[in-house]
Structures are given as C-alpha cells and as structure tokens.
C-alpha cells in the first residue's frame, strides 16, 4: 500500500511539472521617453512632492551664522576659505581627541564653493563640502610628516591649522607645529578627512600611519556645529591671513 501511495505521489509531482507553462521572449518593444521642456507637468506628481520640496528649502535656506567678509580660496600658499575650514574643523575635532597637533582637512581642491558675506545658511555649507567625509585623526612618525610637508611646499600650500611653515626655493622651512619646532623623531597626531586619508588628492605622507582613528564626526557637520557655536557667541565668522603658510 505504501509502495503504491508513494508511485502516486511521485506521478503526481510529474504530472504538475510538465504542466508548467515555460515562456520564451520572441519579441521586444520599446519606446525612448525624453525628459525635456516638451513633456508636461504632471500635477499628480508636483503634488506629491511639493511639501518635501518646501520643507527642505526651509530648512536648507535657514540662517545659522553671518560672513563679516567675502571667503575665497584665492591667495598665495594660504586663504581666507582655506584658514576658515581649517580652524573651524580642527575646533570641532579637538572636543572630541584634544591630543591633535595639526590639521589638513582638506585640499584646494576640496574648497567647493565660496562664502559670501553676510548670512550663512545651512545650503552654505553644504555648497562649500556636499560630500560625506569623515574625519579622522593619524598618528604618523616624523619622517611621514615630511613627506606630508613636501607635498605642502610642491603643491604650493594647502588649507591647514596649528602649523606655520615658509616655502623657500621648494622646501618648507621654519616649521612651527602646534607652536614648537617640527620634530622628524617623534610622532604627531594629524587631523584629516578619510577621503584624503585613503589617498585621495595625491596627498603624500599618509598611507603607513601607525595608528588610525575615525572621530564620528562628517567634516561638514564640524563646519556647521562651528559657525552655529560661533553665532551662540554672537560672533561673525571672521577669518583672516596670519602667516600660517608664507612663500619667499
């Protein structure tokens, strides 16, 4: 009985098999839609997201701060956009690892957009840095930081904080970190972005530090946290040239 019971159940389980439909594509159809000034708008759609727009446009047009003056990058080994990012950065991440000595949060390149004078809004800061970046703190042996202001002196300065340096014929001289002497026999705890940590930007110097720690922080919620501390204060953002990286 049980023999036959299972010979039914196994004919079965073949029977629904082969009455499966199996499909094959013998044809395909498609049509190109361009998305330009010639397609409508369709109000089901603005309707949807109309109230998201308008919440997000408060919130990015809201004032956290004001500019007393104009913030470029332009400028001869230093900037008043460079100084700016640099300090507020290194003034954020220092609450958190207050052991660091110096700070290259990010390149020229990095400074995306200008801050003009008068208000900030939160959109100002995330014209200035829309990328996601983390900072982190490495911990380099003298001879790395060499490296690192060799690429500062090639690349003809970049935005920094806590270290004064001349570029002489190609070379950095007269380096002040965190105000002593540079020494290549010890070890310093520089503040970076893990975008230029991991390379980015041909920054030399940071590839084999000896330790490496991620601060929890975006560098552009550093920036936002400073200028809105600095507003609490009922301070301007104010920066200014002072010597920081001099070109002979």
């Given at each position: 009985m049980r023999f036959k019971i299972a010979w039914f159940i196994y004919g079965a389980a073949i029977l629904l098999a082969s009455c499966k439909s199996h499909y094959t594509l013998v044809e395909a159809k498609r049509s190109?839609?361009?998305?330009?000034?010639?397609?409508?708008?369709?109000?089901?759609?603005?309707?949807?997201?109309?109230?998201?727009?308008?919440?997000?446009?408060?919130?990015?047009?809201?004032?956290?701060?004001?500019?007393?003056?104009?913030?470029?990058?332009?400028?001869?080994?230093?900037?008043?956009?460079?100084?700016?990012?640099?300090?507020?950065?290194?003034?954020?991440?220092?609450?958190?690892?207050?052991?660091?000595?110096?700070?290259?949060?990010?390149?020229?390149?990095?400074?995306?957009?200008?801050?003009?004078?008068?208000?900030?809004?939160?959109?100002?800061?995330?014209e200035l840095m829309p990328f996601e970046n983390e900072l982190v703190v490495l911990k380099l042996k003298g001879t790395d930081v060499e490296q690192l202001l060799g690429f500062l002196t090639k690349s003809g300065g970049q935005p920094v904080s806590n270290i004064k340096l001349n570029i002489n014929n190609g070379q950095a001289q007269q380096v002040i970190i965190k105000g002593q002497p540079f020494d290549r026999d010890r070890t310093y705890n520089v503040l970076t972005s893990d975008y230029i940590a991991n390379g980015g930007d041909?920054?030399?110097?940071?590839?084999?530090?000896?330790?490496?720690?991620?601060?929890?922080?975006?560098?552009?919620?550093?920036?936002?946290?400073?200028?809105?501390q600095q507003t609490a204060f009922g301070k301007a953002i104010d920066a200014q040239l002072d010597g920081r990286i001099t070109k002979n």
């Open positions: 190109e839609y361009n998305i330009n000034n010639i397609v409508s708008t369709d109000s089901g759609i603005v309707k949807t997201y109309l109230p998201y727009k308008h919440k997000m446009e408060a919130q990015m047009n809201a004032v956290i701060g004001k500019s007393a003056r104009l913030l470029t990058k332009s400028g001869e080994g230093e900037s008043l956009l460079g100084n700016f990012f640099s300090d507020a950065v290194t003034t954020e991440a220092l609450k958190i690892q207050p052991d660091i000595d110096f700070a290259i949060p990010t390149t020229k390149g990095g400074l995306r957009n200008d801050v003009a004078q008068g208000n900030i809004t939160l959109s100002t800061m995330f041909n920054v030399k110097g940071l590839a084999n530090p000896l330790e490496r720690k991620v601060l929890g922080l975006r560098v552009r919620d550093a920036l936002i946290s400073y200028v809105k």
